[in-house]
């Protein structure tokens, strides 16, 4: 009887710390963490992504394989730069970028389905062409720091 109830209690704790990869959204804000956990990419249907307040220096690229990533918040951070996997996110619509080290501004315009994009406190290099650089649709907020730009400005690409 001892052995059986043993078993049973082995069981449930195993369970107990299994994770739930089926989860639609995952806070990991205000861990400390400097990049993402391994198991990051068995998240499959996670559509909501909370980084911020972290220590990230570089963009999390494993991002990349979250096929339906649909909000990212990476505010507050230390990144520099932006990397051109993030245009693997094709259903991302939010994305936070605020409070970064970010230089450069990488061209946005093939991720069609990204609604808003928010990039305050930024060290942003060349401003010229920000809105020239994001989806006809998008949002860019930008803040103070920032001149506005008219999308008249912006050249159509062929």
């Known amino acids: 009887m001892k052995k059986v109830l043993v078993l049973i209690s082995l069981m449930l704790v195993s369970c107990a710390s299994v994770k739930n990869y089926d989860v639609i959204k995952l806070d990991l804000s205000n861990k400390e963490l400097e990049e993402l956990p391994e198991d990051i990419d068995k998240y499959v249907n996670l559509k909501v992504l909370n980084l911020r307040n972290n220590k990230f ?8 394989s979250l ?3 649909e909000k990212l918040l990476l505010s507050n951070n230390n990144i520099g730069s932006m990397p051109k996997e993030i245009l693997d996110n094709k259903k991302l619509e939010v994305l936070y970028l605020d409070g970064n080290n970010i230089l450069s501004f990488i061209n946005l315009k093939p991720m069609e389905n990204l609604k808003l994009i928010s990039i305050s406190h930024n060290p942003i290099r060349s401003i010229e062409s920000l809105e020239c650089m994001i989806p006809k649709e998008a949002q860019i907020l930008y803040g103070i720091e920032f001149p506005t730009i008219k999308r008249s400005d912006c050249k159509e690409s062929n």
């Open 67 to 69: 096929p339906n990533l």
């Open 57 to 64: 220096k570089k963009f999390p690229t494993q991002v990349s």
